[in-house]
């Protein structure tokens, strides 16, 4: 069982940058491959970034590509999101999710078992 908690999320102006954290209980953190997923108002939820177990592999999506970085801490059981250059079209609820599969990353939210409670990140123009 893993708990995640997210945090960092707020109002930034267009162009600018914040760094969202999740961070996770439980002693098996460490062996879960962990995403980021957002969702904007009456829109899906969508993938935009994960990383391995080990943070050896990661996968951004194409709209976030360049701007947004996934990272991890599993010392700290935490896994971080850096957001550079940051867009009105960023605008959503940021979640953080892990998964206890191995294997490639895959970007269904159906295959995380766990998720975070979200946190907002706006963006103004």
């Known amino acids: 069982q893993v708990q995640l908690v997210e945090s960092g999320g707020g109002l930034v102006q267009a162009g600018g940058s914040l760094r969202l954290s999740c961070a996770a209980s439980?002693?098996?953190?460490?062996?879960?491959?962990m995403a980021w997923f957002r969702q904007a108002p009456g829109k899906e939820r969508e993938f935009v970034a994960g990383?391995?177990?080990?943070?050896?592999?990661?996968k951004h999506a194409d709209s976030v590509k360049g701007r947004f970085t996934i990272s991890r801490d599993n010392a700290k059981n935490t896994v971080y999101l850096q957001m550079n250059s940051l867009k009105p079209e960023d605008t959503a609820v940021y979640y953080c999710?892990?998964?206890?599969?191995?294997?490639?990353?895959?970007?269904?939210?159906?295959?995380?078992?766990?998720w975070g409670q979200g946190t907002q990140v706006t963006v103004s123009s």
């Open positions: 439980g002693r098996t953190f460490s062996s879960y491959h």
């Open positions: 999710a892990a998964t206890p599969r191995g294997g490639l990353l895959t970007i269904t939210t159906g295959a995380y078992d766990y």
């Open positions: 990383i391995t177990w080990g943070g050896r592999n990661t």
